[in-house]
Structure formats: C-alpha cells, structure tokens
C-alpha cells in the first residue's frame, strides 16, 4: 500500500521505484550486439499468465466411420465378414468383393459404433441397420482383383453421434502422406481365431512400380494387367499386426478446427499375409469420386460435386470429430480433458506487433518482415524488389504505409537463389514504440523446441471448435493462423518435393526446418512469406524471439515440413549493417578536434566511449592504433582519443575517496526516503522566492546541478528535505564546469557549495555519484520536481533566509536509459558519451522538465545520480529525453570535494 501513497510527493517519497531486490539489469553505453532487444524494448509489466482452458469430457471416437459387415445366418446369427466405411449418412463404402461371400450371399446388415463385435460391451452405442441396395462397380469381376469397390445404401440414415459419424474421401491423386491406417475387426470370416477388437495398423505407402515387383511375379491370376493406377499399395514395415478387414479404410486422419477427421484414401482390396512385409493392395478412391458421387445421387442421397471437398467434407461433420491429440491433457475410459492453448494451429485477430507487410507500387504483396527496432525491419531478399520496382513501404498494424527509406540486401544473395536471401530494410521515420514490441534475434545454435509461425487460411476450417460448437457455417474469409510446430534436424526434416531442388546442398546450417508429422485438410493454411518463426522467450519478461523468416512451406509445415532463412547464420552480417560502429569505414587518420584537451571526452570513429589521454596512459600505444589504421588525435601533439577501457592509471579508476565511500556511509545512515538528498534552489527577490532548481547533495557542503540551471546568477539558497531544517542553506558559490555549452548543452553540469556544512542523518544524507563509466542502470526513476514561486510575507529577512514554505510535489516516473546510438537517430545534436538518454516506456514522448534527474536506488537503498536533465525544449515530440551522464564527470566534480 506504500508504495502507491507515497509516490508523487518528493519529500516523503520512499522506494517507490525499484522493488527492493528486483534484480537489477544494467544497459552498456555502448551497443555491441543485436542480443540486446530485451535491454532495448524492455517490458517493465509483467504479463499475465492466461490459465489453462478447463477440460471437458469427450468419447472415444476413433472408429466412428467404421462399420462391420454382416451375413446373417438362417440361425439368426450374423457373421461379420467383411468391414465397410461409412460414407454418408446412409451409405457405406466397402469393396466389390465383400458383396458376395463365399456361398454367394449377399450381406444384409451393417454396424456401427461396436468396439467389440462378439460381445455385448459397449452395445447400447451400437447402431445395427440392414442394407437395402448394394452398387457394384459396373466394371468389378469377380475374377479379378480390379475396381474393387460398391456402395451399401442402408435402410435409413444413422443416427449422428460422436461414435458414428461418415468419413471423407481423399480426392487427390497425390498421396503424400508418410504413414496411412488400416482398421479393422481382423481378416474376419478368412481366418479362424478373429480379432473382436477392433485394431489399427500403420502402414506405409509404396509406390506402384515398387510394389508391382512383388505382385508382376505372375502367381496371382486375378491381376493379368499387373497393378493399375487405380490401386494404391501399403505395407506393414514393422509386421506386427495384420492387415484390416477385407473392404475396411486404408485412412489418415487431417487436422482442421482442433479435430481430427479420417479421409479414405482407399480400400482393402487383396494381399499381405499376417506378420509378413508384403504390401497391400487398396482400391484407390480417388479415382472413383465420380461414381461414387452420380451412384449415391442414383440412390437418392443429396450429395454434390462440393460434397467430398476437402474444406466441406471436414466442416460438415467437424463437431462429432475426436480433437487434436496434442489438446489433450489427461484420460479417463470415457472422457478426455482438454487444453486448447496446446493445439496445433490456432487463430488469433491480428498480427502481432512485429510483423509488418511489404508494399509496391501503392500495394500490398505477400510478403512480410519482421520489425526489430523502430527503423529496422528484416525480410527475405526475395520479397525486396518485384518485376522490378523495389518495396517502398511497410504496413504495420492499421497504419497507413510507411516509408522505406533504405534497403541492404545480403551481398552474397543472388537472384532467385535460396542462400543469403535476407533483407534489411530502414524506415524513413521511426515506429512508435508503444504500438510495438519489435522482435529479438536469436543468435545461436538452433534449440530444440516449439516454435510459432504465422500463416493465412480460411476461418471456417481452423477455429477450434469447442465441444457443443453443433452449428457450424461456412466463413470462407482468411485468418491469421499460428502454427505450433517442432524444429526438425537434418535427418527428419521432410522437405516437399517440389523445394529439393532449391535446396541443392540440402539443409544446411543456414535455413531451420520446423514442422509436425501431423497433414491438415489441404489448402487450410498457407504461411506469411517472410514472417517470423517465433516463440516467447523470458528473460526477466516475456519477449518475442525470431529463430528465422518463413522461406518456403506447404500446407504449413504440416506433413510436410517448412523451410525458414534462420537469422543466427547471418548475425553477422545483420551486425554490419545495423551497429552503430558496423559500417565504419578503418584506414584514415583523423584529428578529431584540435580543441580538445587532456582529460575531454572525444568520439572514437567506433562510438566507443574515449578521452582524450596522453599517448603514454593509453594501453594501445601507437603500434595498435597504426596496425588497425586508424587513429584519432585530440591535438596535434601527442594526446590520442583513448578508448575509456583503455586508459591506464587514469584519474578515470581513481574515484575522489568521499565519493567511493558514499554508498557505505549512506548505508550506514539508513535513509527512511529516497528523497533524503534532494533540495529545491532557491532564489530570492523582495517579494517572493523562486524555486528554479532541483540539486541534490552531494558530499556535506556541495550540491550537485545543472549549468543551465544555476546560470550566471548565483542562487540565495537551498532549500533542505523534510524533517531535516526548515530552514534555508545559504549559497556560498557556484562552479559551472568551464566547457558548458548552451547552444546544445553539453557539459551541462554545475556545482553548488554552501556555507555552512550539513549533518548527516536517516533523513538527510548524500546521494552518491553513478561512477560507473561502461554501464548504467536499465529502469531508473526521473524525478520531476515542479518549479514554484511562493510569496514572501514582508516580516522575512534575507539574513537568516528564516523560509518555512517548502515546495512538495515532485512527480516520480519510471523509464529506460538508452543506447546513445538509438537517440541519435532522431536526435538533432550529436549525441556525446558525456551525454545519457532516457525514455518513458508509457508515453511515447518523454516529457518532463529540465529539473528533471534520474535517480537509481540499490538493494541497500542508497541513492545515486545518473543523470541530470540538460534538455529545455521539453514535450516538444521526441520520444526520450537527454540527461548530463554524471560516470563522465566524475573526475571534474571530484577536483571541487
Ligand atoms: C518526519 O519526522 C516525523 C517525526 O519524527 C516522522 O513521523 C515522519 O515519518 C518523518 N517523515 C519522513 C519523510 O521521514
Ligand atoms: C517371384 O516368385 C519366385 C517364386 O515364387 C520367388 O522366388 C521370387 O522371390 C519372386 N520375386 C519377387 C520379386 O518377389
Ligand atoms: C474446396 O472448395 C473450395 C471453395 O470452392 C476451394 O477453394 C478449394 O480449393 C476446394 N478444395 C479442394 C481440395 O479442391
Ligand atoms: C533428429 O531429431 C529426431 C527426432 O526429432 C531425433 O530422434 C534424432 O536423434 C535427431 N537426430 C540428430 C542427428 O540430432
Ligand atoms: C584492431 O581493431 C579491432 C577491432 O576494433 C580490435 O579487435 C583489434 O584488437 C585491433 N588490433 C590491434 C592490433 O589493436
Ligand atoms: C596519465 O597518467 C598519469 C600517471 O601515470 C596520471 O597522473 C595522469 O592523470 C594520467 N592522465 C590521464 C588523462 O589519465
Ligand atoms: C566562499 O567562496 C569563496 C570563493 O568564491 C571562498 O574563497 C571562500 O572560502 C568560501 N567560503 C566558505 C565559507 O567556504
Ligand atoms: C560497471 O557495471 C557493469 C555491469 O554491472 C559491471 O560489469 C562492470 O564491472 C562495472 N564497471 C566498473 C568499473 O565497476
Ligand atoms: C517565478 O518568478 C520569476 C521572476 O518573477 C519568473 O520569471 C518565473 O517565471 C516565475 N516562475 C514560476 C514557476 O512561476
């Protein structure tokens, strides 16, 4: 509670900002690498965790389409010889040799929804209808092993449910599927010990040519014209169980609206002893759709060309299908419980921040990139250019389009090659970074684990259909679909056939195969060229990570697999192009400012943070800096620009001693506020006093503040923090430091002596120097005092500044310190090291007033400075705001203590 109520009032403000043992992230002055976007876009909230959807019950439901066959016998018994596929409501597919048995009878009954077909288990799901009318392929004999395929139409319609529902049909010539399923009661009414239970077998496709060797050995009679293209073979490799029933399914089961439905790819037809590797032979049923279709038209059933589309076919019976294996989280013998966040393919509203589309010539394309920082975007090199004209825009989220303003493809990228087709493309102006949360790019070695990709498919086929979902319309409108899928490795990644050729040397370290072994219904998902392979990474909160950029897939990855452009083969290049010292040309000699004088700071043509130092306290000495062929002087004689790390026995290390014992001191007094070394300046007229500044004690007699500030006139006083003294400090002196600029303030630093000394205790106590010259807090907290005038009553005199108002109010708000890089970027001065940036991760300006200080507090509750606000033309529309980086003056103010 605290922690709210306190927060706003400067002098009983306690610890609002920081948690106490928060781990503390720290962000270097220097951006080094492209694996800092949670240091750059970091999320201070964390998010919230969406509990898992509540399970509830579902059937077994697996056989639901299969039917047994039956003869009934003068006895009453019924044999059941033969298994059939339930096709439509009222019809069952089966073979043409399963309508005669061997005393040429024909079959009378069917049943449905029987696990145990010898038993009474489970019959009171059971559905038993008689068989009215029986089609025969016209060109099936039964002297042959061709056209193996009829149609029973049944007395009446079955009665829906989740353990009878009809099956699809696979209509495509192209069986692409790696593994297919037999069901069925056993070789029923063949063999004597049959199988009551109903079982699956696994079966593996095989091509006809192949299969032919086993079956052209010229000892079946019944296949004089060898295997025709109207059978499809399977085998056993693993010989463990036996073939399904003579007429039952040869099946793979698709994935649409988080289900599973079985689409016939043929029927049992002939061949394969039990336990041995001999394929199967299936009636294909592709290649009978006509005449399945005009035959049940014949009999009466309301089917259409549309009926066995895929998309239809799946959607009409969608909400009696089983689910996705992958939801389901436990079992019971009846029920299953489910979560649906861990189903294979979800939809969701909109993309997600990071992703923008490429536009042409005014329009959109379909390509995407992915945005991973507010200028930066990385595509595939194929998307940049099309028939000619370059991209020249991105559309991200609703904005209009956005200029590009600068395109760097990989240079090794050739035309329509597979290899470096990588893209960065610079926006002209930069992206809000509140309606953003850009990408991270993952660096190393490809994990193993599920990824997210994005992709585009109808509505109606991919919602997840809840349990009770029984109405169900057509929604041809396009989705955004996420994929779940695993990394897959050399050896079991399944590239479509039709991308082997572009993929010469196969998968090489450069791409990333993510996919699942899992088909869809066709033409339910395609995926977003050029969008992200993706998944959340925490790193203190929850991040979006790019492993790479979708590249080239079918059907989403399912089956079989997707292949991605990964982004940790081209870090490097990637680092090139997009850090500040990456493109920097080496090899000239340059004077950086002949102004400059022993102890400046001066920029190194890498932006490494550097002083100006005599030759002989730099560590490179001259052979470095000449072997590397560069080398930046400070003046013409012997001071170089010294890059901080560098510098030996600078006064640099050697911190004033009151300063490096501030923190135990401070520790020592244990502050009960954060605003124990906080004062107002104070200047004094006839009338009023103005309280301009903000300062912050920083040893016993000196505080520290701005030059532009304090300027020229000296201030009457200081006013201390609560219960300390109601009265006012008077100022002896100021100091500004000699090098402040007011044009574009740098140097913009000034100190404070007062005349008499302070006495320290847990109210008033130093805030101690950020001294660290690499590296500074990530989330600080900028304190924004309010500057007020308040009138003087006329009985005060200025001998003993005996002032009782005490300006209260200071706001406290969280933000980000920043690379220097990523400011300059809109900044218009150049950013120095000496110089620190800050944003407020709220609001996309960084308002504030040049009062303003950013304050970091430590786990002991010690206060330090680091920074203070040089920026007057504030809330005007930048996004971060400039701060006097105090590590860089840590020297200068030490030689005032
Ligand atoms: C100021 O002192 C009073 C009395 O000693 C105490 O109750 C109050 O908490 C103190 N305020 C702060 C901000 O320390
Ligand atoms: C063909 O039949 C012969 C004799 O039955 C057998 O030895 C041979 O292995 C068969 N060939 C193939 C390819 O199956
Ligand atoms: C099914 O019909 C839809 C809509 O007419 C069509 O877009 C789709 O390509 C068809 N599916 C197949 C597998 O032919
Ligand atoms: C490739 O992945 C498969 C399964 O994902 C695993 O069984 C196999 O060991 C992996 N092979 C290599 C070389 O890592
Ligand atoms: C040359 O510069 C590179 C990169 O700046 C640095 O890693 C290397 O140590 C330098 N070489 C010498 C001899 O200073
Ligand atoms: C250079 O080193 C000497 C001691 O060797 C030291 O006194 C001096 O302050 C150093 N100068 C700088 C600019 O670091
Ligand atoms: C006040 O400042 C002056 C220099 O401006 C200095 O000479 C004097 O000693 C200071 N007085 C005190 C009490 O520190
Ligand atoms: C500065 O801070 C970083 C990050 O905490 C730390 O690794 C480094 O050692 C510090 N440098 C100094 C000189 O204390
Ligand atoms: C305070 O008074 C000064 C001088 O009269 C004036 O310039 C300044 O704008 C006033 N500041 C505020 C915050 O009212």
Redesign the pocket.
Known sequence: MWIVLFCGLLFVALYCVHGHNDDVVFLPNERTTLDDCHLRFHRLQPRGFVAPAAGFPALLKEFAHMGAIGWTQPDGNILWKCGGTLIWLDTVLTAAHCVLDANNKEPDVVRFGDLNIETSEGDKFAQQLKIVEIFRHPQHRFSAHYHDIALLKLEHPVELSDIVTPACLWTDEEVRFKVLEATGWGRTGYVENQTPILLKVALKPMENEECSRVYLNGTDRKLKLGLQSHQICAVDEKMDTCEGDSGGPLQVKLLHNGRMTPFIVGITSFGAACGMSTPGVYTRVSSYIDWIVETMQKSGAMVTEDTYNATFCALSFAPFREFDEAMIVSRTATDVNLNYERAHMSTIYELPSYLAQLVWNGDTNDCYGVIIDENTVITLAQCVTKNGIPVSHIRHLNDNALEVSRVHVHPKYKHESSSNNIAILRLKHLLNILDLQPACIWHEETPSREVHVYGSGRTDINNILFEGSEIYSLDPSLSILTPRLHFQNASSCIIPKQYQPLLRDGLTDEYICTGEHLFLVPKSCELLTGAAVHNEVNRGNIYPMVYGLNYLSRDCGFGEHSIAIGTASHVGWMKSVLLPNGQKSHGTVQFVDSDRHEGDSCRRYDGRAARCTPISNCSRGWKQFLSNGTIELCDTSSLVCCPLSDIVNSDNSVVHPVLQECPTLVKDLKPTSSAGSLVYIAWLTEDIVEFRCLGTIITD?IILTTASCVGTEVPTGVQLPANTSQNMYRV??TVLHPAYKANDHINDIALI????TLVWSSDLYPSCLWTNTTHVPLVLSMISPIAQNISRSADHTDQNLNITAIPEEAEYTRVLSMYNSDCQRTHEHEVLDTQLCARNPFESITCGTFLDQLQFINADKVPFVVGLSTNFSDCSNTYFKLFTRISGFVNWIGMYI
Not at 753 to 756: F, M, T
């Open positions: 007699r002896n002196t002596q007062l005349e008499d």
